[in-house]
Nanobody
């Protein structure tokens, strides 16, 4: 099983990025998928989650209205569209499905 997160980078405050999490080795459509992040010196925190069918999405209060999670089960991929980015969004972002974790992707937002 492998989860590969990508799409991170450097962006100025107010900008946007779209992260992708592509899975292989598991029946992706059978699992809900979550995004977490970890900022320097802080613990890992939940960012957003999406159910198997994409009918249900949940968000941390800090990202509501700015981030949107979606999935394409045909492509075994979950996306995290991040708009109106803030410096406090700077972190390594990880995706998780069925307790499998991908390597993170760095997001850096400059003020």
């Amino acid at each position: 099983v492998q989860l590969q997160a990508s799409g991170g980078g450097w962006v100025q405050a107010g900008g946007s990025l779209r992260l992708s999490c592509k899975a292989s080795g598991l029946t992706f459509s059978s699992y809900s998928v979550n995004w977490f992040r970890q900022a320097p010196g802080k613990g890992r925190e939940f960012v957003a989650g999406i159910s198997r069918s994409a009918r249900t999405t949940t968000y941390a209060e800090s990202v509501k209205g700015r981030f949107t999670i979606s999935r394409d089960n045909a492509k075994n991929t979950v996306y995290l569209q991040m708009n109106s980015l803030k410096p406090e969004d700077t972190a390594v972002y990880f995706c998780e499905a069925n307790n499998y974790w991908g390597k993170g992707t760095q997001v850096t937002v400059s003020s």
